[in-house]
C-alpha cells in the first residue's frame, strides 16, 4: 500500500526537536526524507546516546524517534565539491527544511533564493524561535522560551505567582506541526503556479496562535487570564478529582451533563435548581468541587470511571504513561508501535495519528547511521558512477 506523501522528496537539515518532529511527520507520510548531515553527523546524535535507560544501541531515544522512515546523506558542506553535490541534489528534491537561526541559512548558502537558481520549483521552510524578521527576531530560543514568552505559561498552573510550562513540549512540537501545515499548503499551491516558495515558522507565532479564544477575550475585555489549575474559568465541574487510587477528571460542559451527574451523586444540596444552569454551578464552584472531591476520594477510579461513562458524562483517569501507552484503544488506533536500529534492535515508540482511509500504510524504517544511504542517493538520485562516488568518499566529501 502506498503513503498520500510518496513521491515528495524533501531534504531534512534540522537538529534537535522542532525541525526533526516535523520532517518526521512528513517521512511517516511517505516522503522520502533524505537527512543531509555533517560528516560527524549532526549533534542530536549524541542526545542520551549513552544513556542506559533510554537508548538502543548507540541511538537515543530523541534520534531513534525523530528520524524514523529517513534516509541519511553525510555531506561535508564546507567544500566547495560538498556544496556542488548538495546543490545537484537540491535539482532533484521538492522541499528543504531547516531550523538554524535566523542568518544562518544565508551565511551558508542554503536559503531560498539561494536554493531556486537550481531548483525555482523548490520549497524552503526555517523554523525558527521568533521568525525571521522584526525587532527580536535574532533572539535564541527553544521550547521553554517559547512557551514562556508566548503567554501559555502565564495560565498553566494553579497560582499566579509559580507559571507553570506544559509537561508536553509544545513550544518545539507546534513549530514542527505548523510547518507540516505550511509545507504540504506551498506544494499544492505549485500545482497551480509551478513556483516555490519560502515557508516562515515562528514558535512564537505558533505560540500565539495557539491562545485562540483566549487571546480573544482578552482583546475584548482587556483583562490577562490567570491559572486555574484543572478548574475551568466557565464550566463546573470541570476539574480533576482524587479517588481512592488515583485521580480522575470530570468535564461537564452541558446542563445535561449535570442532570447525569446528579443521578449518580446522591447529594441534596446539588438538588437546588439553581444548580441546574451554568451560572448557579459557577457561582458555587468552590462548594461542588469541594463536595465531588470528597465523595470520590471514598472509592476507586475504577468504580467512578465505569458509573460516570456509563451515564455519558465525559471524564478520564489522570494517566501516567505507563496507563496509556497499555490502554486498549491506543493500541487498537496503532499509536504504540515497534521502531527499529539499523543493527536490528527494536523498541517501541509513538506511532503516527494521522489516519487515512485509503493511504495509511503504517510501516517504519530504522532511524540511520551516519551516512547510511549516501551512495545510494548519489547513484539513484543523482546518477554518479561508482568511479565519482569513490572520488568523493577519498576525499572526504562524503561518507
Known sequence: ?????????????????????????????????????????????????????????????????????????????????????????????????????????????????????????????????????????????????????????????????????????????????????GILAAVIERQTSGKGQHIDISMLDCQVSLLNYMATMHLISGKDPFPIGNGHFVHVPYNSYPTKDGHIILAVITDNFWQNLTAIIDVEAFKDKKYDTQPGRFADKQFIDATLAEIFATNSSRYWLDKLEAARIPCAPVNKFSDVLNDPQVKHRNMVVDIYHPDGQSTKAPGNPIKMSRTSDDSYTPAPHVGQHSEQICKTLLDLDDQTIAFLRAKGIIK
Not at 555531506?75 to 556544496?83: A, F, M, N, Y
Open 1 to 181: 500500500m502506498s503513503k498520500p506523501l510518496s513521491g515528495l522528496k524533501v531534504i531534512d537539515l534540522t537538529h534537535m526537536l522542532s525541525g526533526p518532529y516535523g520532517a518526521m511527520l512528513l517521512a511517516d507520510m511517505g516522503a522520502d526524507t533524505i537527512k543531509v548531515e555533517p560528516l560527524e553527523g549532526e549533534g542530536t546524535r549524541k542526545l542520551l546516546a549513552t544513556d542506559p535507560d533510554n537508548s538502543v544501541n548507540g541511538f537515543g531515544a530523541y534520534f531513534i524517534t525523530l528520524n524514523r522512515n529517513k534516509r541519511s546523506m553525510a555531506i561535508d558542506l564546507k567544500t566547495v565539491e560538498g556544496k556542488q553535490l548538495f546543490y545537484q541534489l537540491i535539482a532533484e528534491v521538492d522541499v528543504v527544511i531547516n531550523n538554524f537561526a535566523p542568518g544562518v541559512p544565508q551565511r551558508l548558502g542554503i536559503d531560498y533564493d539561494s536554493l531556486a537558481k537550481y531548483n525555482p520549483a523548490i520549497i524552503t521552510c526555517s523554523i525558527t524561535g521568533f521568525g525571521s524578521d522584526g525587532p527580536g527576531h535574532k533572539r535564541p530560543a527553544f521550547d521553554q522560551v517559547a512557551q514562556a514568552f508566548g503567554g501559555g505559561m502565564s495560565i498553566t498552573g494553579s497560582d499566579p505567582n509559580n507559571p507553570m510550562r506544559a509537561g508536553i513540549p509544545i513550544g518545539d512540537l507546534s513549530g514542527g506541526m505548523f510547518a507540516v501545515m
